[in-house]
């Protein structure tokens, strides 16, 4: 039975979020009316609308829909970690004594029970759960999936699972309960301890959130505790680099995989013949399903050809044919704002959007870019996201980042916190060591773009609203190249 049967309505406070609007999709899908607030319209809000969920943009209790306002018992409210303890509508819900959940709380009930795949990690748990939902429904193995980034295959942040129904119309043997469905299980505020996964990946353990953990033992400790609810029978795909304490956490009988791109790291499950050839990444996939060579990646970058080796594994273990395993490999073309071509002129100049907001993913990002174009002027704009992360991590920020030839600072993007004294962009600025460095505003990285031509690669990187800059930034490069508009 759906366990969210109960609530006919369902109303999101920050339903603009990536994961918080794969819910909204599931649940308007599955029959429920649907509302939700977000601070900002974006074309995320504007899709949903589109879609017929209605959303408002004023933190006002009397906006809410008069459906919410008037059935309480038969509502449920999905709350996302974003909004601020000050929220008054969330204060009103409160004390109106509203059914309020996380959106964590919210994925453990619609997961529970059912065969689940859960990608967690300090980065690259987006696009590796991606990966597994792509991998799945290429090659057409009933799935669902709740995903943290829009997949360009998929063209959504969501895969909806199939009903009894078109299971039994699609000739499949297997129930719903049976049907694999792929979640991105976050580690912030100890969200992904509402799933007990069939199979986990964990990508890393490197220090992240220390506002809320402190220090990394209890982030890790954290890790631990997620995988010791992987089911009986059950499988741990490990990264080589994670903390290795997090294997011994599981359960008896839980199988436990390590992977990476070498088998001197340790891996059971790695790669071979990896060579880089144009955007693509070339390789030999080695694993406890066997061996498969012939590969082809399309998404460049040796941290993704390691998520494709965890994705891969996973799928294979719900379901997927080795025999579909390269065409599927193949096919796959990422997720927005992951490693994204945004525009290219032949081999020599690409421009190049990342959401890398950890010094590790930044690091993996502009390794790779070197590897496709060595020799090549690397342009760098990056934007911190979070006060508190820029202050633990301003050594990792600039030595990451002057691995480019030039690297030009946003402001910190704040998202829910309020400012820190004495933390701010200029931190990085003073540790850089790239040879030309400033600290830009939006509109100077436009100008910069276009009166320049120091650099043969841009690169924008961060997970704030750094992508703003995307489309226009994309008319002058094509103008600059091709000189002509997009």
Same mark, same amino acid.
């Given at each position: 039975?759906?366990?969210?049967?109960?609530?006919?309505?369902?109303?999101?406070? $920050?339903?603009?979020?990536?994961?918080?609007?794969?819910?909204?999709?599931?649940?308007?899908?599955?029959?429920?009316?649907?509302?939700?607030?977000?601070?900002?319209?974006?074309?995320?809000?504007?899709?949903?609308?589109?879609?017929?969920?209605?959303?408002?943009?004023?933190?006002?209790?009397?906006?809410?829909?008069?459906?919410?306002?008037?059935?309480?018992?038969?509502?449920?409210?999905?709350?996302?970690?974003?909004?601020?303890?000050?929220?008054? !509508?969330?204060?009103?819900?409160?004390?109106?004594?509203?059914?309020?959940?996380?959106?964590?709380?919210?994925?453990?009930?619609?997961?529970?029970?059912?065969? *689940?795949?859960? %990608?967690?990690?300090?980065?690259?748990?987006?696009?590796?759960?991606?990966?597994?939902?792509?991998?799945?429904?290429? /090659?057409?193995? +009933?799935?669902?999936?709740?995903?943290?980034?829009?997949?360009?295959?998929?063209?959504?942040?969501?895969?909806?699972?199939?009903?009894?129904?078109?299971?039994? *119309?699609?000739?499949?043997?297997?129930?719903?309960?049976?049907? +694999?469905?792929?979640?991105?299980?976050?580690?912030?505020?100890?969200?992904? #301890?509402?799933?007990?996964?069939?199979?986990?990946?964990?990508?890393?353990?490197?220090?992240?959130?220390?506002?809320?953990?402190? !220090?990394?033992?209890?982030?890790?400790?954290?890790?631990?505790?997620?995988?010791?609810?992987?089911? +009986?029978?059950?499988?741990?795909?490990?990264?080589?680099?994670?903390?290795?304490?997090?294997?011994?956490?599981? @359960? +008896?009988?839980?199988?436990?995989?390590?992977?990476?791109?070498?088998?001197?790291?340790?891996?059971?499950?790695?790669?071979?013949?990896?060579?880089?050839?144009?955007? @693509?990444?070339?390789?030999?996939?080695?694993?406890? @399903?066997?061996?498969?060579?012939?590969?082809?990646?399309?998404?460049?970058?040796?941290?993704?050809?390691?998520?494709?080796?965890?994705?891969?594994?996973? /799928?294979? #273990?719900?379901?997927?044919?080795?025999?579909?395993?390269?065409?599927?490999? =193949?096919?796959?073309?990422?997720?927005?704002?992951?490693?994204?071509?945004?525009?290219?002129?032949?081999?020599?100049?690409?421009?190049?959007?990342?959401?890398?907001?950890?010094?590790?993913?930044?690091?993996?990002?502009?390794?790779?870019?070197?590897?496709?174009?060595? $020799?090549?002027?690397?342009? %760098?704009?990056? @934007?911190?996201?979070?006060?508190?992360?820029?202050?633990?991590?301003?050594?990792?920020?600039?030595?990451?980042?002057?691995?480019?030839? !030039?690297?030009?600072?946003?402001?910190?993007?704040?998202?829910?916190?309020?400012?820190?004294?004495?933390?701010?962009?200029?931190?990085? #600025?003073?540790?850089?060591? /790239?040879?030309?460095?400033?600290?830009?505003?939006?509109?100077?990285?436009?100008?910069?773009? =276009?009166?320049?031509?120091?650099?043969?690669?841009?690169?924008?990187?961060?997970?704030?609203?750094?992508?703003?800059?995307?489309?226009?930034?994309?008319?002058?490069?094509?103008?600059?190249?091709? $000189?002509?508009?997009?």
């Amino acid at each position: 039975m759906n366990p969210v049967a109960q609530f006919p309505y369902v109303y999101f406070l $920050g339903i603009g979020g990536i994961g918080m609007s794969a819910l909204a999709r599931w649940f308007r899908a599955n029959g429920h009316q649907v509302w939700g607030y977000d601070k900002t319209r974006t074309p995320l809000t504007e899709k949903l609308e589109a879609e017929g969920i209605r959303v408002h943009y004023d933190d006002a209790p009397e906006q809410i829909a008069a459906e919410v306002r008037a059935n309480k018992g038969q509502t449920l409210v999905v709350l996302t970690p974003a909004i601020p303890k000050d929220h008054k !509508e969330w204060a009103w819900l409160k004390e109106q004594g509203y059914d309020i959940r996380k959106r964590s709380q919210v994925l453990g009930l619609l997961t529970a029970g059912r065969r *689940t795949v859960a %990608v967690a990690g300090t980065h690259g748990k987006t696009t590796t759960s991606s990966m597994v939902a792509h991998l799945l429904h290429h /090659a057409g193995v +009933p799935a669902g999936a709740f995903l943290g980034g829009i997949s360009v295959n998929l063209c959504s942040n969501m895969l909806l699972p199939p009903t009894q129904e078109e299971l039994a *119309t699609g000739n499949s043997h297997l129930t719903t309960d049976q049907v +694999p469905i792929v979640v991105e299980a976050d580690e912030y505020d100890r969200s992904f #301890l509402t799933l007990h996964p069939d199979v986990a990946i964990v990508t890393s353990t490197d220090a992240d959130h220390l506002d809320i953990y402190g !220090e990394q033992s209890a982030l890790v400790e954290s890790f631990r505790q997620f995988v010791s609810q992987i089911r +009986p029978g059950g499988t741990l795909l490990l990264n080589h680099t994670a903390d290795p304490s997090v294997a011994d956490a599981v @359960q +008896p009988g839980v199988r436990v995989i390590h992977y990476g791109l070498t088998p001197e790291q340790g891996a059971e499950l790695h790669a071979s013949a990896l060579k880089p050839a144009g955007h @693509q990444f070339h390789f030999t996939l080695h694993g406890p @399903q066997g061996t498969v060579p012939g590969l082809q990646l399309a998404v460049p970058g040796f941290h993704n050809v390691e998520n494709m080796l965890a994705a891969a594994c996973a /799928a294979q #273990l719900v379901g997927l044919p080795t025999n579909k395993l390269a065409e599927a490999v =193949a096919a796959y073309r990422g997720v927005k704002r992951r490693f994204e071509f945004v525009e290219t002129k032949g081999h020599d100049h690409a421009y190049l959007d990342d959401y890398a907001h950890h010094p590790r993913e930044i690091e993996a990002f502009l390794r790779s870019v070197r590897a496709l174009y060595p $020799g090549k002027r690397l342009r %760098v704009v990056f @934007q911190p996201h979070l006060y508190t992360r820029t202050r633990d991590f301003v050594a990792g920020f600039a030595q990451s980042l002057s691995l480019a030839d !030039e690297v030009f600072l946003l402001d910190i993007y704040p998202a829910r916190e309020l400012p820190i004294d004495g933390v701010s962009s200029e931190l990085i #600025l003073h540790q850089l060591t /790239a040879p030309r460095t400033a600290l830009l505003s939006k509109t100077e990285v436009l100008e910069a773009a =276009a009166a320049d031509d120091n650099f043969d690669v841009l690169a924008t990187v961060g997970a704030g609203d750094i992508d703003q800059l995307v489309p226009e930034l994309k008319k002058i490069l094509h103008r600059k190249w091709y $000189g002509a508009e997009a």
